[in-house]
């Protein structure tokens, strides 16, 4: 069984930065794409960063140049340092892993619970 729980969500005023975390556990065999989508309320999940296993980035436009994805493959774990958050960053945050548990299984898409993030103005 996969799991991921993140953590680090919280209020924060505009123009500061919180990290989230997020760390896979259970039978893992290996973990290749890891990432953060975000939902606000009547909107769709959208992208907000991915890292591949060897380290390729994306980001959401919305994001560019204020969120840093990254990745601890001896933890895990993957984080979110996100800065300069603004109003409309507000939402709930969720990670994905992309994870083969055993070596026989295949490659699934695992999320976390969500975490909620609020940018007050």
């Known amino acids: 069984q996969v799991q991921l729980v993140e953590s680090g969500g919280g209020l924060v005023q505009a123009g500061g930065s919180l990290r989230l975390s997020c760390a896979a556990s259970g039978s893992i065999f290996s973990i290749n794409a890891m990432g953060w989508y975000r939902q606000a309320p009547g909107k769709q999940r959208e992208l907000v960063a991915v890292i591949t296993s060897s380290g390729r980035l994306n980001y959401g436009d919305s994001v560019k140049g204020r969120f840093t994805i990254s990745r601890d493959n001896a933890k895990n774990t993957v984080y979110l340092q996100m800065n300069s958050l603004k109003p409309e960053d507000t939402a709930v945050y969720y990670c994905?892993?992309?994870?083969?548990?055993?070596?026989?299984?295949?490659?699934?898409?695992?999320w976390g619970q969500g975490t909620q993030v609020t940018v007050s103005s």
């Open positions: 994905k892993g992309d994870i083969q548990a055993t070596y026989y299984s295949e490659r699934l898409d695992y």
